[in-house]
């Protein structure tokens, strides 16, 4: 069974730039997370999707990030515009979703986003 | 009141030995606690999870301690290994496993 599958895995651009990434996540996972890691920390969640819902946004700083997640599958996480503090590891993460006897939940690789 | 906290910040421990990781949480809201490992430019990866009905979990040479009373819930590394070098978070949530906060990591290194 393939993971969540993220891409890009490094991204570089200068700031003030746009940048999206893209999750793809396990199938049959009806849950999708967006975590932030800055270097030496712990995923920080940005958004949470049950399906095409999103039913966790309050730690997503709305003004220059935004998610959708169409269909309820993939989920492509946009930054516009990119600042200097933006850089750090984004993650996706995935899991059956509520009422499953388990709800781990399954990380991706992540996306290293340098901003200069 | 959301966050987790943990100690220590590292920890260098010979092969063979025990590797001890603490952490410690405020919301008694929080029914859910897992261990995560993170290999460097990989994800977090699911290691061991308790809940608090119960005060211990066993699995491998992987051990989970949780004091509900004191809030408080611990990892033991049996027998570490140089592969167990990576860096250790510890999570909470509520509502059964969504929304985790995660602890600030662990980093371990067995030395061979």
């Known amino acids: 069974e393939a993971g969540v599958v993220q891409s890009p895995r490094y991204k570089i651009i200068e700031k003030k730039q746009p940048v999206a990434f893209w999750c793809n996540p396990i199938?049959?996972?009806?849950?999708l997370y967006w975590y932030l890691q800055n270097l030496g920390q712990g995923p920080e969640l940005l958004i949470r999707?049950?399906?095409?819902?999103?039913?966790?946004d309050s730690q997503l700083p709305k003004d220059r990030f935004s998610a959708e997640r169409l269909k309820g599958v993939d989920s492509t996480l946009k930054i516009q515009p990119a600042e200097l503090g933006d850089s750090a590891v984004y993650l996706c993460?995935?899991?059956?979703?509520?009422?499953?006897?388990?709800?781990?939940?399954?990380f991706g690789p992540g996306t290293r986003l340098t901003v200069l | 009141q959301q966050q987790v906290k943990q100690s220590p910040q590292s920890l260098i421990v010979q092969k063979g030995g025990i590797s001890i990781i603490n952490c410690a949480y405020e919301n008694t809201a929080f029914d859910y606690f897992p261990w995560y490992q993170q290999f460097p430019g990989k994800g977090p990866a699911l290691l061991i999870a308790i809940r608090p009905d119960v005060s211990e979990k066993k699995e491998g040479r992987f051990t989970i301690s949780f004091n509900k009373s004191a809030k408080q819930f611990s990892l033991h590394i049996m027998d570490s290994q140089p592969g167990d070098s990576a860096t250790y978070f510890c999570?909470?949530?509520?509502?059964?496993?969504?929304?985790?906060?995660f602890g600030p990591g662990t980093r371990l290194s067995v030395l061979p």
């Open positions: 199938s049959g996972h009806n849950t």
């Open positions: 999707y049950e399906n095409e819902e999103a039913v966790d």
């Open positions: 999570a909470a949530s509520k509502n059964y496993g969504q929304n985790f906060v």
């Open positions: 993460a995935s899991s059956l979703g509520v009422g499953a006897s388990t709800d781990t939940q399954y």
